[in-house]
């Protein structure tokens, strides 16, 4: 019965066992890749460069909630185990702080300044940060100015997704389309069991990777596993957005009582721009240099909460925090769609769990959404 | 590969104090393969680099004929343009650009043009005049409304009694402060719309200036019967990257440095004069 299932056709995953996993990260620094994964780091779940796979967490899970995240050790010996922690694939791809350019004034001239990349392979990716990853793609790249350090950086990786086999209480993926099992924009996708992992590849770069695994083949137990995980997990989020095209009300609710009320909780202090893996805004400043011969242009992230992203000269086109609020919901769930043919939002609920207020988006939508309280 | 974020140097060729804070800066760029492909619309801007200082987002305010240089008409309102200012023949600026959507010129070929501008807000609209000025035969009868805030600051005086003088184009002039030698109108620009025998399905209109005075505008060309397709604007907003990826310059779900700055009315009407956005 399994085998006839649409997910299953199209993965036709191999088994791993859980020890063998090593020789899966042999193989990858065998064909030149540096390998990142999640550590434990700070308290919270981050990626970060790992040479042995005995690196993984074991049985780390989370708790998050509005304003909450919490690493929980449980005794099982599951490496994937957690949801997600504050950042996806985003600062792989656009860079939080960079150099753009360098220029001197004697003789004039401006440098680009390329990045440093290498190939490296990122494992442990979840459906939400893929899809916010595709957003992304067609933000830095689609157009007629593709952005050359963004491509270059993008082209090193190589993605190694996994499905969720449980959601976070702030996921909403189910809701957005976007997840909690893999759906595209992967090279090779996992799906975690007890006893090890299901594994497959999906695009020919990943091919070249499972080639040199002996999988065994899949149980059709593990493959009803990897099936109802997803479906669990999907079954068990607790929050969701309308529909898109409720969604483009919003811009017909921007003299609502409620932005007020958001704005009494909101600190503006742009921690829901800073882990949403969309959030594409930065800010691009000259740093001179103490000779005064050199500067750099230096790019980096900016948020829409911030007192300067709106300012002209000495006027702020958004002095508020209502207006600031304003600006990023109705962008991320409305503008959005006219521009890139869908929602801003992936459904990951990053910035729920790290506002340090938990104020809620799904719940803030709703209430926007009301009709009958417009503030006239 | 092409990197948009990495200016090009260009010479500057010749400045002209316009007013006592208002200069004009004719660029060329030094790499002449950079100058010979550069093309432009009037209503398009450059990003224009002070070395060691930074960059802003200026409109572009020659005719796109000049195939040669480009021109600049800056006025100093900060630290960048401040050290504008002091540029010399013969220094250097890094250029990228051009950006953004110009006004639509073709579009409008054969129709009557009222141009209306407030403030400072001059400068995009200067192109147009020019380029109207060169293709007189290809547009109908032309109106320009220029408003200042005090007599002092009308800039171009000269140009404006030359066009004036031209077929079927009619100057009107108007200061919030005038002086005695003031020869326009005393009040805001917009109270000139009333006094224009305008042939309002003729009748394209191009803003720029202080979003007020546009809103202002807007209002009384609607009343005289304008269409809301025929009212076009130039916007401004903080522009960093100029390519529609910083995100600074949203107007809902408009970028002004690309899907502008010259906008449609229809095309912003729910969010022009909307505050916060």
Redesign the interface.
Known sequence: MNSQDPQVVSRRPGFLTRDALQKFFIVLSQLGYQILGPVVRDGAIQFDTLSTADQLPRGVSNDQQPGHYRLEQGDNQRQFDWNHGPQGLKPLCFSPREV??T?Q?KP?????VPPSIEPTAVIGVRACDLAALAIQDR??LS?S?P??HY?QRRESLLLIGVDCARSAATCFCASTGDGPALDGGYDIGMAELDEGFLIWRESDKGRTVIDQLDLLPASDAQLETMLQSTTQASLAQQRSLPDSDELLLL?KR?EHVHWDNVAERCLSCGNCTAVCPTC???????E?SLD?ET?Q?I?QW?S?FSST?????QFQ??S?I??RY??WL??KL??????QGRIGCIGCGRCITWCPVGIDLTAETVAVLEEGSLDV | ?????????AVIDQRVQESPTIFTLRLQY?DTRVQDAFEFDPGQFNMV?L?????IAISIVNDPLDSHFFDHTIRV??RVSEGMSKLQPGD?V?IRGPFGRGWPMEQIKGRDVLLITGGLGCAPLVSVIRYLMRRRDDYGRISILQGVKHADDLIWKEQYSVWSAERDVRVLLAADVATQSWQGQQGMVTELIAQLPLRPQRTVALLCGPELMMLAAVANLREKGVQDGDIWFSM???M??G??????C?I??KTVCQDGPVFCYDELA?FFG????
């Open positions: 753009l350019w220029e004034s004039p001239a401006f440098n680009p933000h830095f157009g100015d952005d050359p491509r811009y921007l594409f805004c930065y800010e691009a400043s000259h001179m005064g500067a242009m790019r900016d829409c992203h709106s300012s002209m000269g086109v958004r508020t209502k207006q304003r600006q109705t962008h409305a503008g959005w769609q006219s521009q | 590969m092409f990197d948009p974020h990495v200016p090009h140097v030094e680099t070395f060691g200082i930074g960059e309102v900060g250097h890094g401004e907003r903080n960093q990257c390519i529609g990826q910083c995100g600074h949203q809902g779900p729910d909307a505050k916060g956005f």
